[in-house]
């Protein structure tokens, strides 16, 4: 009994499929794999406009965490380990929604730890 031969997954057209739901312009898209020699590790590397970065993260990075899930399931299937690395005007998306953001206006202001001189607590 011959077995079906196992053809790689194309990592390109899987990762084009999960992003351009974020994008406004899907258009701008660059996407490049690399495989290793041996076939064992996939590189994805992308690139997309800046203004589309807040979607494509998403909250606290679920958004690009779940594509990541999504080509780590794949790999795996196939005998294989995929990192997705984000390039092009932005920094690699490490710590993704760990950025520091302004506090709300209507936000309780914290207090001094020492009363200010004339001031009463």
Request: hydrophobic residues 30%; aromatic residues 6%; proline residues 7%.
């Amino acid at each position: 009994m011959t077995h079906p031969r196992q053809t790689q997954p194309s990592y390109a057209d899987l990762t084009r499929f999960l992003m351009q739901p974020f994008l406004d312009s899907p258009e701008a898209l660059r996407i490049d794999c690399e495989t290793c020699a041996d076939g064992s590790r996939i590189w994805v590397r992308l690139a997309f406009e800046g203004a589309d970065k807040g979607r494509v993260f998403g909250r606290g990075g679920r958004n690009i965490q779940a594509v990541r899930a999504v080509l780590n399931g794949v790999a795996k299937a196939a005998g294989q380990t995929a990192n997705l690395e984000i390039y092009g005007g932005q920094q690699a998306d490490e710590g993704a929604g760990q950025e520091s953001r302004p506090r709300s206006s209507n936000a309780p202001k914290p207090r001094p730890s020492k009363p200010v001189q004339g001031e009463a607590r």
